[in-house]
């Protein structure tokens, strides 16, 4: 909306049809000389006229002096400051203060603005209009921009054309060629195109998934039968499991505590006879060492009386004892018969109780739970029925934790001082030595079997060694080396293996300690029966051992087997003792070097062990050149 208001303006004289045509008739109406009103639209304002921006001030200031400059003005446009003489009675005329809409300007006298007579020369006429033009087309258009900006933030609405652009037509573009037009056409048919093929691969990969899904939908409808057959045989295993679960973590520690109780009374057992051995050599040493120093007839030392007595019960029961184990081929043991079999009784009863304990752990349970054959046949059926899912839930790492509780409860009926153990013939091997058809060469459970004697038997047999095997005992060793190559046939798996080496180490160190603790001397004086008696024994047991130490010779490393047998109890006890004896005990104890040291036994690398044997050899060649046993003795070092 715009408001009009009149303004009362008056002027001196006119000036003609000729300027009003230049300035245009609105120009020409305000400088008449009769005073004229005019409408002009003004900008509707709110309620108060605000105070024009600087920009509004600007363009009115502008206008003023292009019209000063061309000469186009009026009495409205400024105050006539022209210079008064002091002698002239004119003065300026004032504005009227009451009436602020419009500005007065009378003329004083003749003195008057002159504005010129543009009329009169049309050169000039045609200079000021081109002038004008010039002018205006000089307007920055940044500054434009300026006003525009800051008369839009004041709220006015102001309205004003700009000036029209110059085309210029130098610069325009050439038009395009019927070829060009033809170019792009075909440019976009291709993009086209491109874009069609895409959406026609991506249309059949769709129609092709849809075809897919079609044809598993109709695969699952037909197998629905079979799928909820499955369903139905992994409720029945998950059913089976969790029951097996339950019943196997209740009955495991009843089972190890009893096979802890079975161990345990082995080691009591095997520890009571090599006490008692030991003591009987013990007390010997003492009297060997008093008829020595000649206090035989000592009678007022209890020490003495004891081994009196002791060695008085000895000879009569080894008298009686030998005799019985030469008719039966027995080997003979060193130890009073009636306190060995007090122990054994002892033994026997506690053997009997953990066996009783054994056969209660599964009274109370199903025997699809308790039985290893009913255990290993439910996971064999699963097997055949369900092989991926078999393997997919890794059943094969599961079995031998599942199974070893059954291992280890028939393995509490194995007498570990006994050492005789058939692993071959087992229950439980036979049960799970052909477990499964193996579903690929990498299936799991080939390894059940050697996995559960590496969870379940080297544990016992390290216990063996350690604290029930005596070295000394030629029968304890041969069953021990034989139970050791059962398990030794699984060396090729790593875990296994390194199981086996370790039982090497504690078969090493239980010789080792045996040998340091074995009891030897070497007498000064021959003369008594019963001094040449004990150390012809101990030797002899020397020798025994020595033998016992080169039935692992196939096991251990020679290199270890040598520092065993020579280091100590070669060179320290069995051949200084041998320089003593008769040619005939000499000659007893060379078929024992004969089998320990034959087949190519000793070799350069290992000849430094056994140089003091190859003196004696050396000797005994010379005194017997004739004699075959000393020959093969002396052949031994021929390498």
């Known amino acids: 909306m715009k408001k009009q208001f009149t303004v009362k303006m008056k002027t001196s004289q006119p000036l003609g049809e000729e300027y009003e045509s230049i300035v245009g008739s609105d120009a020409a109406d305000i400088i008449e000389d009769k005073p004229r009103e005019t409408t002009v639209d003004m900008p509707q304002f709110s309620n108060t006229t605000p105070i024009p921006s600087d920009a509004q001030i600007e363009l009115i200031k502008e206008k003023r002096m292009r019209s000063r400059k061309y000469g186009i003005s009026t009495a409205a446009d400024y105050l006539p400051l022209v210079t008064i003489d002091k002698d002239d009675d004119s003065r300026l005329v004032r504005e009227d203060p009451d009436d602020e809409d419009v500005e007065h300007f009378d003329d004083y006298k003749s003195n008057r603005i002159n504005f010129g007579d543009p009329g009169k020369n049309g050169a000039n006429r045609n200079n000021l209009i081109q002038e004008v033009n010039d002018a205006e087309n000089e307007i920055d258009e940044d500054h434009l921009k300026f006003e525009e900006l800051q008369i839009g933030k004041s709220g006015i609405s102001f309205s004003q054309e700009r000036p029209a652009a110059r085309i210029d037509f130098n610069s325009l573009p050439e038009p395009p060629t019927f070829d060009m037009i033809m170019n792009n056409i075909n440019n976009d048919m291709k993009e086209l195109k491109e874009k069609v093929n895409i959406s026609d691969s991506y249309l059949s990969q769709i129609v092709y998934d849809i075809d897919e899904a079609k044809n598993n939908i109709s695969t699952f409808k037909s197998s629905e039968t079979s799928l909820l057959n499955e369903i139905d045989t992994f409720s029945d295993i998950k059913e089976y499991v969790l029951d097996l679960l339950d019943c196997l973590n209740e009955k495991n520690s009843e089972i190890l505590e009893i096979e802890s109780d079975s161990i345990n009374a082995s080691i009591k057992y095997a520890n009571s006879i090599r006490e008692k051995k030991r003591s009987f050599v013990e007390h010997e040493l003492t009297e060997v060492r008093r008829r020595l120093q000649g206090t035989y007839n000592d009678l007022y030392n209890p020490v003495y009386e004891e081994a009196d007595y002791i060695t008085q019960e000895r000879k009569t029961h080894n008298d009686k004892t030998i005799e019985y184990l030469k008719e039966k081929n027995i080997e003979y043991q060193d130890y009073s018969s009636e306190e060995m079999e007090e122990f054994k009784e002892h033994y026997q009863l506690e053997k009997a109780a953990y066996i009783e304990k054994q056969k209660a752990v599964f009274e109370d349970t199903h025997e699809d739970y308790s039985s290893l054959w009913h255990v290993q046949d439910k996971m064999n059926e699963w097997k055949r029925k369900i092989p991926d899912i078999y393997e997919q839930s890794y059943v094969s790492h599961s079995l031998p934790e599942l199974f070893e509780p059954f291992v280890r409860l028939e393995l509490i009926t194995w007498d570990l ?178 089998d320990c040291l034959g087949d190519n036994f000793i070799t350069t690398d290992n000849l430094k062990y056994f140089t003091n044997l190859q003196e004696y050899a050396a000797s005994l060649i010379s005194q017997n050149p004739g004699n075959t046993i000393v020959q093969q003795f002396y052949l031994l070092f021929r390498v």
């Not at 029968?475 to 199981?499: A, C, F, H």
């Not at 150390?535 to 010779?553: E, G, P």
């Open 417 to 594: 001082y006994e050492i005789e153990l058939d692993v071959a013939n087992m229950e439980w091997m036979l049960t799970l030595i052909n477990y499964g058809e193996p579903l690929s060469e990498n299936d799991l459970d080939m390894l059940l079997v050697p996995k559960l004697i590496e969870r379940t038997l080297f544990g016992k047999i390290e216990s063996i060694a350690t604290n029930i095997w005596n070295p000394e005992s030629t029968t304890k060793t041969k069953k021990l080396v034989q139970l050791v190559q059962e398990v030794e046939i699984y060396k090729e798996i790593e875990s296994v293996n390194e199981k086996i080496q370790k039982l090497y180490f504690s078969i090493q160190a239980s010789i080792q300690e045996t040998i340091d603790q074995f009891i030897f001397i070497h007498p000064d004086d021959k003369s008594i029966p019963e001094v040449i008696d004990f150390c012809n024994r101990r030797f002899w047991r020397a020798m025994k051992l020595f033998k016992n130490i080169y039935l692992w010779k196939n096991k251990f490393d020679k290199e270890h087997i040598c520092n065993l047998s020579t280091v100590d109890l070669l060179n320290r006890k069995i051949l200084p003792y041998l320089h003593e004896l008769e040619d005939e005990q000499v000659l007893k104890a060379l078929p024992t070097f004969i």
